[in-house]
Each structure stands twice: as C-alpha cells, then as structure tokens.
C-alpha cells in the first residue's frame, strides 16, 4: 500500500517474521556433544595411563612375577583397636574368609616343612602389613594352637594402637636379658595369643636384630611356640625386614591395593633379592569393594565375588 504521507515517518509497513540465519543452533550443539564426549574420554585415558596402582592379583602377578597368596579387603572398622573384636565378631565375613584363604596359602607354601615363623612387611607404610599380622595371629589361634605375635616394627611401635593393653615388658628388655620372654609378654584373651611389643632402645634396630641375641631368641619362640608372627617394618624405610627375613620360614609381601606405586612394588622385592630372600607370596591388601566394583572388577575381594552373595557377613 503505497503512504499518503509526505514522511515515511507516517508510513506503516507490515513486520515481516524474521528467520534465524546466524549462530546454527544444532550444529553448535552437536559439536559441544562430540568435542565433550573427546574430552571426556581423553581425561580418563590420561587418568588410566598416569594411574600407578594395582587393581587385580592378575597385574600384581604380571609386574612381579610372584605367586599372589591373598587378597584382602579394607576391615570396615573406624578405630584400629576394634581389629580383633571385628574378627571375633565376624568370622564369617569377607575380611575373615580372606584371611583363613591366606593362612591356607601361607601353610600349604611348603607341604613337608609347613612354616612356624611367619614375617608380615610391605614396600612402605600404610600398607595393611599389620592388620594382616594380627588377623592371621587370631585365625591360627583358632585352630587351637599357640601362637606369639611379635612386634618387629620397634621404630614404629603401632601395635599398641590394635592392643591397647600395658606390656609388662617388650622385646628390647627380653634380648638384652633384662626380663624373660614370660615376664614380659600380653596373654590377649581377644587375639587367643601372646603379644611381645616392642620398645624404642638407644640401640640401632637393624644392630639389635642382626645380633646372636636375637637369633637365638627366635630360636627359642620356634620351640615354645606352634606359629611366630613378626610384624616388620617396610622394607624400602628401614634395613629391619631384610635382616628378620633371614630368621623367618616365610615372607608375606602386602601391596595396596590401587595406591601403591608399581615401580615401589619392584624395588621393594629388589631389596629382599639382593640379600638372597625369597619372598614366599605377595598379597594385594586393604581392596575396596565398591571402588573395584566401579572399576569393573568384581566385588569384595576378588574376581568371582559376585557368586558369593549369601557366603559372607557384612
């Protein structure tokens, strides 16, 4: 319609809808989609290839070329000295199972000579090696046999915090002869064993284990006693373990699960090499069931646990 108006001003011309041209809604979206899902997947590739843990017995194998005589998952328990009433409690459950398949494994490693000194240690702390010692400890003395639980550890002396009874003595008194092996043990009634802690000496550690004192004191346990457990220090912080191990019918190697380094892993079975002892089993420790289960492993402790509902106490 033409405008009767001189002005233009006056004209009113009818809006025409307008049409989208610029920015192309579907193709931005689309691209977004594919270059997130890119960057997704390339974070969890350079997660997957930094990542230095070990998740399955089958890679701890591979790396070490060990046998793997246990796996054990993390005690759901809050404080450290509720360990043994848990393994009282619950001697049905998962940790409990994976402790008695580690005593069968620790046992059966020498059919014609079964091992009566029995050494716990790990590349570094916080492994596990501890928990373990004190589990096995309660698991052999409930095959009604006398079993002493000897803290090695002595720089450390963590197992007051599992056992948190007095000890009349420890074992720096015993060896310097200042009290006897009865004098000055703990008859834990929970653990079913005998405790002998251990004690900070202004003698050096490695010394102290490296003496005719103490080999002749081991001696002596191995006759007093069906099974000694010597819980040692990491063999990468202190010489301690790879002193003891010569004292010892076997060697329990823990390893963390999916925290400990694959590289730590194999210095620490270096050292023990390089003084000629054999470690007699690794054990992939402190499993996270939930964790491993998200990572497609399995449940609980191993491979197969789905098939074990039903098997085990929570």
């Not at 049409?19 to 960057?39: D, F, N, Q, T, Y």
């Not at 948190?164 to 009290?179: A, H, I």
Request: proline content about 5%; glycine content about 8%; aromatic content about 6%.
């Amino acid at each position: 319609m033409a405008c009767s108006k001189p002005t233009a001003a006056y004209c009113r011309v009818p809006a025409i809808p307008g049409k989208l041209v610029e920015p192309r809604k579907s193709l931005i979206l689309a691209l977004s989609l594919v270059l997130g899902g890119m960057l997704g997947i390339g974070i969890v590739l350079l997660r997957q290839y930094l990542h230095d843990g070990i998740r399955t017995a089958e890679e701890l194998e591979l790396l070490t070329g060990q046998t793997i005589i246990g796996q054990i998952p993390k005690m759901p328990i809050r404080r450290r000295n509720s360990l043994v009433n848990y393994l009282k409690d619950k001697p049905t459950s998962a940790g409990a199972e994976a402790i008695r398949n580690l005593r069968t494994s620790v046992l059966l490693s020498n059919i014609d000579n079964p091992p009566k000194i029995i050494m716990s240690t790990s590349s570094i702390p916080g492994e596990g090696k501890t928990t373990q010692a004190i589990a096995l400890t309660h698991n052999l003395s409930g095959l009604d046999k006398k079993v002493l639980l000897i803290e090695g550890d002595i720089r450390r002396r963590t197992l007051s915090q599992y056992i948190p009874q007095t000890p009349p003595g420890n074992l720096v008194s015993v060896l310097t002869g200042d009290q006897s092996l009865g004098e000055a043990i703990i008859s834990d009634d929970r653990l079913n064993a005998d405790v002998l802690m251990g004690a900070k000496s202004n003698v050096n550690a490695a010394d102290l284990f490296s003496s005719d004192k103490f080999h002749d004191f081991v001696e002596n346990v191995r006759n007093i006693y069906d099974f000694v457990i010597i819980d040692t220090p990491p063999v990468l912080v202190v010489p301690d373990a790879r002193i003891i191990a010569h004292h010892c019918d076997a060697v329990i190697y823990s390893v963390n699960w999916d925290r400990t380094g694959k590289s730590v892993v194999t210095d620490g079975l270096r050292q023990f090499s390089s003084v000629g002892v054999k470690v007699t089993g690794l054990v992939l420790s402190q499993i996270e069931a939930r964790r491993m289960k998200r990572y497609g492993y399995g449940g609980k402790y191993g491979s197969y646990a789905q098939y074990g509902r039903g098997y085990y106490d929570a």
